[in-house]
């Protein structure tokens, strides 16, 4: 454990470097932790030899490395607060949301990457946390229907089926019928290898059909991946390849979805440097948090940034935007 001056410099040198992305000397420290230069300067190589910064020249001060970005974030004594405008940002954003699942999602991710002006992460629910609401079957030609299911998370599937037989509206009904008195209330994705029969081989077909299209949406990997503000990465690493690296990355969606999961399920809210698992991704911080939905966890949702992200305002947006999508969800 660091005592209390060490520890006041190095908060000090993280929360400059992360305004500023310029080494830190002595002398800009030392009026914040009440000691002269000549004192914090020896703390600092102290802090050097410990692990918890670096000196990148020389001649230079020193940046953090990601032990110290660790401690900085493990001793964030008061969470940050959204300033009053980004928290009616939100609110007006949930309150005028509306339509598709996969149009809201999308939007989210955008609005968290306008709140933290990095690249944001937001996963859908998928099939393991949803249970069926409705199902129908509409006819689109002869030989083919449309099937459209609402899902409890909000989300509305769509499915083109095709059929063995032309079929009529009546017989699409009784289908209809057939499988909602089987699957309203199921979960989605641990579905029936079969249902019983009704009677009827045509109706029967059509539903069997219906439900091999559904089976199959099963086989996906976690939820949907929405991603908003991939661009601003650009602007925060000096290297081109490391760039073109993280969105390589963004661009994964069922490496996003480990990456996220992992995370959480290491019971962390931030993922530093070689903590994301990630090669590509060592010089990237990012900060996750789950949401729920009628109180199950349903997706996740993140930003990801340099490791020199500002970090209890990060917190703080993905704490809050994740809150209100849940109750959005939630409340319908």
Same mark, same amino acid.
């Given at each position: 454990?660091?005592?209390?001056?060490?520890?006041?410099?190095?908060?000090?040198?993280?929360?400059?470097?992360?305004? %500023?992305?310029?080494?830190?000397?002595?002398?800009?420290?030392?009026?914040?932790?009440?000691?002269?230069?000549? %004192?914090?300067?020896?703390?600092?190589?102290?802090?050097?030899?410990?692990?918890?910064?670096?000196?990148?020249? %020389?001649?230079?001060?020193?940046?953090?490395?990601?032990?110290?970005?660790?401690?900085?974030?493990?001793?964030?004594?008061?969470?940050?607060?959204?300033?009053?405008?980004?928290?009616?940002?939100?609110?007006?954003?949930?309150?005028? *949301?509306?339509?598709?699942?996969?149009?809201?999602?999308?939007?989210?991710?955008?609005?968290?990457?306008?709140?933290?002006?990095?690249?944001?992460?937001?996963?859908?629910?998928?099939?393991?946390?949803?249970?069926?609401?409705?199902?129908?079957?509409?006819?689109?030609?002869?030989?083919?229907?449309?099937? /459209?299911?609402?899902?409890? %998370?909000?989300?509305?599937?769509?499915?083109?089926?095709?059929?063995?037989?032309?079929?009529?509206?009546?017989?699409?009904?009784?289908?209809?019928?057939?499988?909602?008195?089987?699957?309203?209330?199921?979960?989605?994705?641990?579905?029936?290898?079969?249902? *019983?029969?009704?009677?009827?081989?045509?109706?029967?077909?059509?539903?069997?059909?219906?439900?091999?299209?559904?089976?199959?949406?099963?086989?996906?990997?976690?939820?949907?991946?929405?991603?908003?503000?991939?661009?601003?990465?650009?602007? *925060?690493?000096?290297?081109?390849?490391?760039?073109?690296?993280?969105?390589?990355?963004?661009?994964?969606?069922?490496? /996003?979805?480990?990456?996220?999961?992992?995370?959480?399920?290491?019971?962390?809210?931030? *993922?530093?440097?070689?903590?994301?698992?990630?090669?590509?991704?060592?010089?990237?911080?990012?900060?996750?948090?789950?949401?729920?939905?009628?109180?199950?966890?349903?997706?996740?949702?993140?930003?990801?940034?340099?490791?020199?992200?500002?970090?209890?305002?990060?917190?703080?947006?993905?704490?809050?935007?994740?809150?209100?999508?849940?109750?959005?969800?939630?409340?319908?």
């Amino acid at each position: 454990m660091l005592d209390e001056r060490k520890a006041a410099i190095l908060r000090a040198v993280v929360e400059e470097y992360i305004e %500023t992305a310029q080494p830190v000397g002595s002398g800009s420290v030392a009026p914040q932790v009440k000691a002269s230069s000549a %004192t914090v300067r020896n703390d600092m190589v102290l802090l050097e030899q410990e692990g918890y910064l670096r000196q990148p020249h %020389t001649s230079a001060g020193r940046i953090p490395t990601d032990k110290g970005y660790r401690f900085f974030v493990d001793t964030i004594a008061n969470p940050a607060r959204l300033a009053s405008g980004e928290i009616q940002q939100v609110r007006s954003f949930f309150d005028a *949301a509306h339509g598709e699942l996969e149009h809201l999602l999308h939007d989210t991710s955008r609005l968290l990457s306008d709140l933290t002006h990095y690249a944001a992460v937001v996963i859908g629910p998928d099939h393991e946390t949803a249970t069926i609401r409705s199902v129908q079957l509409v006819g689109l030609a002869p030989r083919v229907a449309l099937l /459209v299911v609402v899902l409890s %998370t909000g989300a509305i599937e769509k499915h083109t089926v095709d059929l063995a037989e032309e079929t009529g509206d009546e017989r699409l009904a009784a289908a209809t019928a057939h499988l909602s008195a089987h699957l309203l209330g199921q979960p989605a994705g641990r579905l029936p290898d079969s249902l *019983a029969g009704t009677g009827d081989t045509s109706t029967d077909s059509v539903c069997d059909a219906a439900l091999a299209v559904l089976r199959r949406g099963e086989e996906g990997e976690g939820g949907p991946v929405f991603v908003g503000g991939a661009a601003r990465m650009a602007g *925060a690493f000096d290297a081109v390849e490391t760039v073109r690296e993280v969105l390589s990355i963004l661009e994964q969606q069922y490496v /996003v979805v480990t990456v996220l999961r992992d995370v959480l399920d290491r019971g962390l809210q931030v *993922a530093i440097g070689s903590e994301t698992g990630l090669v590509p991704l060592a010089e990237c911080s990012l900060v996750v948090a789950p949401y729920e939905v009628e109180g199950e966890t349903a997706g996740s949702i993140g930003v990801l940034g340099p490791t020199r992200m500002n970090y209890p305002q990060a917190l703080a947006a993905v704490a809050v935007v994740s809150r209100r999508l849940g109750r959005h969800l939630t409340e319908g």
